[in-house]
Structure formats: C-alpha cells, structure tokens
C-alpha cells in the first residue's frame, strides 16, 4: 500500500537540527511499528556505513556513503535500472574518473543489487543508509540530509521525463526541505525522536515512489486449449 493511503498527520515540527520550523507530512505510526530492518534474511552480506566510508577515503573521498545510497535509491525509484557496471563506472566518475579497484567493484555492485532486491521486494525492509545509532545524532542528522540530496538527483535524473502525481511532487518537495538539515549538538530524547520521525518517513517516501514509478506487472495467464 503507498504511504499516501495512510492517514496522515500534518505538523509543523521545531526543528531539532536547525533555527526555524517548517511543515511536513508525517505517517501515523508508533515505535512498535518501526520494523528491525536487514538486507541479511537471504544470507546476504549486508552494507555498512563504515564499510562504504572506508572505500570513499580510500578512493580520496569526494562522495558522502548516505548521498551515495541516495542517489542509487533515487534512480531506482525513478524507474532507472541501469545495470551494475554502469553503476560502478557512475560512481568512478563522480569520483573524478578514480578507479575503484577489484574491492571497490565488489562492494558497490552488492550495494546495487541488495538495494534493488529490496525494494523490488516492497516488504517494506529496505533502509536508509546511515551511520549506526551508536553515532552522535548530529552525524546521523548531516548524514540524513546528504541521503536526501542524493536521492533528488538520482530521482530527478531517472524522471526527468515523466509527470509526477500530486503525492510524488509533495514528496520530493518534501526531502527538498530535509536536505537542508543544519546538524547541532543536541542529544536529547525529544531530538533523538525527531530524527528517528523524519528518517522513518523518508524511508516509506521512499517505497511509495519506488512503487509508483516501478509497477508490478501481473503474469499474464495463458489460455488453455479448447477442446472440440
């Protein structure tokens, strides 16, 4: 079901991560309704926030992980499945045309395809990637933002020719919003739900577009022979 079906709630929310309010649209949900997330339900190996940061280092950096799984995200979501090499070769050019080695192939054609695999399963179980929630709530927040700039670029590539519903464009106008967190110091509980509010509705945002953009196609059925 597309997150728009839901009800919704509207609140104009303080803040937590910057000087001024704005509006945005929420899901009703509780904490017991957030699911424990995992790309490993299949033996697959899942990708780390650190995992992907070390590479990016390594590679001279020039690419934040979050905005990297933004971007791959957004372009699958936008019905753009371009292939794991074009991928690898998207990626070694944002780098400034860096070649990412045997290991850096590996780890970015898994990242492509356990996050294809996931939103094609529309189980609702594909995550955001962010650093873990031992990390301080303001990298986690910055990281937040950069996976949503990430995101409205791939999107915006991969839909560029195509009309968007009423509930896309609020979306995206949306994650335009978010992608503007200022990170601050403040662990408090109230900023720590806050963030766990957005990034929650950032991530169905997400399975909605993916949905509408990428319909499943029922099989067709075959006619059986009449016999005369």
């Given at each position: 079901?597309?997150?728009?079906?839901?009800?919704?709630?509207?609140?104009?929310?303080?803040?937590?991560?910057?000087?001024?309010?704005?509006?945005?649209?929420?899901?009703?949900?509780?904490?017991?309704?957030?699911?424990?997330?995992?790309?490993?339900?299949?033996?697959?190996?899942?990708?780390?926030?650190?995992?992907?940061?070390?590479?990016?280092?390594?590679?001279?950096?020039?690419?934040?992980?979050?905005?990297?799984?933004?971007?791959?995200?957004?372009?699958?979501?936008?019905?753009?499945e371009s292939g794991v090499e074009a991928w690898n070769r998207q990626v070694s050019s944002l780098l400034g045309d860096e070649a990412i080695g045997s290991h850096g192939e590996e780890l970015l054609s898994r990242l492509y395809q356990l996050t294809l695999n996931k939103l094609m399963q529309a189980d609702f179980t594909v995550t955001l990637l962010l650093p873990d929630d031992e990390e301080a709530l303001e990298q986690r927040t910055e990281a937040l933002g950069y996976w949503?700039?990430?995101?409205?670029?791939?999107?915006?590539?991969?839909?560029?020719?195509?009309?968007?519903?009423?509930?896309?464009?609020?979306?995206?106008?949306?994650?335009?919003?978010?992608?503007?967190?200022?990170?601050?110091?403040?662990?408090?509980?109230?900023?720590?739900?806050?963030?766990?509010?957005?990034?929650?509705?950032?991530?169905?945002?997400?399975?909605?577009?993916?949905?509408?953009?990428?319909?499943?196609?029922?099989?067709?059925?075959?006619?059986?022979?009449?016999?005369?």
């Amino acid at each position: 079901m597309p997150f728009y079906e839901i009800p919704f709630l509207t609140l104009v929310i303080p803040h937590a991560c910057s000087n001024s309010p704005y509006l945005v649209n929420f899901l009703l949900f509780d904490d017991q309704a957030i699911i424990e997330m995992t790309y490993n339900e299949q033996g697959e190996s899942p990708i780390q926030f650190d995992e992907l940061a070390d590479l990016l280092v390594e590679l001279g950096g020039g690419s934040h992980p979050s905005e990297l799984h933004g971007l791959l995200c957004g372009q699958f979501s936008g019905g753009n499945e371009s292939g794991v090499e074009a991928w690898n070769r998207q990626v070694s050019s944002l780098l400034g045309d860096e070649a990412i080695g045997s290991h850096g192939e590996e780890l970015l054609s898994r990242l492509y395809q356990l996050t294809l695999n996931k939103l094609m399963q529309a189980d609702f179980t594909v995550t955001l990637l962010l650093p873990d929630d031992e990390e301080a709530l303001e990298q986690r927040t910055e990281a937040l933002g950069y996976w949503c700039q990430g995101f409205l670029s791939g999107f915006g590539e991969a839909a560029a020719n195509r009309k968007l519903s009423e509930e896309a464009e609020a979306v995206v106008n949306d994650f335009s919003q978010i992608s503007q967190i200022q990170p601050e110091q403040d662990d408090s509980d109230e900023a720590e739900r806050f963030f766990i509010e957005v990034s929650e509705f950032v991530r169905m945002a997400m399975v909605s577009l993916f949905a509408e953009f990428n319909p499943i196609e029922e099989p067709v059925k075959k006619q059986g022979k009449t016999l005369h």
